[in-house]
T-cell receptor
Framework: AQSVSQHNHHVILSEAASLELGCNYS??????LFWYVQYPGQHLQLLLK??????LVKGIKGFEAEFIKSKFSFNLRKPSVQWSDTAEYFC????????????FGSGTRLSIRP | DGGITQSPKYLFRKEGQNVTLSCEQN?????MYWYRQDPGQGLRLIYY???????QKGDIAEGYSVSREKKESFPLTVTSAQKNPTAFYLC???????????????FGEGSWLTVV
């Protein structure tokens, strides 16, 4: 079955700590990959996306993600988090063969201690 | 302003009643989606539509129905057959062009449905 796994359900960090959130998917073909963020009380917005080319993708607010095809992974990273990064983060996958179907992971809640 | 409008924002339903959630977009997007968001379960796909008059079941379509008579509109009906309908429902859309921002999915602000 097609799936997207985010193994970290809740991550708690102090400000200035480094962040890495895991995302793995279970489809072997060509994929488009996304990270979305949902700040408290706000709707989902795109952080970054990968379509093709350089597997290291840079997004907004200092976030980046690396696509490792051999590991079916698209982990999200940030070298130094801020309190304002407190939010829920969702990984999503669209496989070219699925046409428009997009599947999301279960989300990771990130809490930053000031 | 361009965007996705969901209504109502909050809705209460009695058990055994059907209810319809509205989703309208003025982004000229071809594809539209309905997701359900529950704590700890992320976003689960209910239905999606790639084009007018066509729609496909997602992972949790049982107890839901949709229609796509117009490009701008993709209403979701939560029927009495849905066993656990209390949730936050998100509508989304995107263009199906592959280049540029074609694959980015944009979300509405969501609708809270509570069954009482």
């Amino acid at each position: 079955a097609q799936s997207v796994s985010q193994h970290n359900h809740h991550v708690i960090l102090s400000e200035a700590a480094s962040l890495e959130l895991g995302c793995n998917y279970s489809y072997g073909g060509t994929v488009n990959l996304f990270w979305y963020v949902q700040y408290p009380g706000q709707h989902l917005q795109l952080l970054l996306k990968y379509f093709s080319g350089d597997p290291l993708v840079k997004g907004i607010k200092g976030f980046e993600a690396e696509f490792i095809k051999s590991k079916f992974s698209f982990n999200l990273r940030k070298p130094s988090v801020q309190w304002s990064d407190t939010a829920e983060y969702f990984c999503a996958v669209n496989a070219r063969r699925w046409a428009s179907k997009i599947i999301f992971g279960s989300g990771t809640r990130l809490s930053i201690r000031p | 302003d361009g965007g996705i409008t969901q209504s109502p924002k909050y809705l209460f339903r009695k058990e055994g009643q059907n209810v319809t959630l509205s989703c309208e977009q003025n982004l000229n997007h071809d594809a539209m989606y309905w997701y359900r968001q529950d704590p700890g379960q992320g976003l689960r796909l209910i239905y999606y539509s790639q084009i007018v008059n066509d729609f496909q079941k997602g992972d949790i379509a049982e107890g839901y129905s949709v229609s796509r008579e117009k490009k701008e509109s993709f209403p979701l009906t939560v029927t009495s057959a849905q066993k656990n309908p209390t949730a936050f429902y998100l509508c989304a859309s995107r263009t199906t062009r592959l280049e540029g921002s074609g694959n980015t999915i944009y979300f509405g602000e969501g609708s809270w449905l509570t069954v009482v």
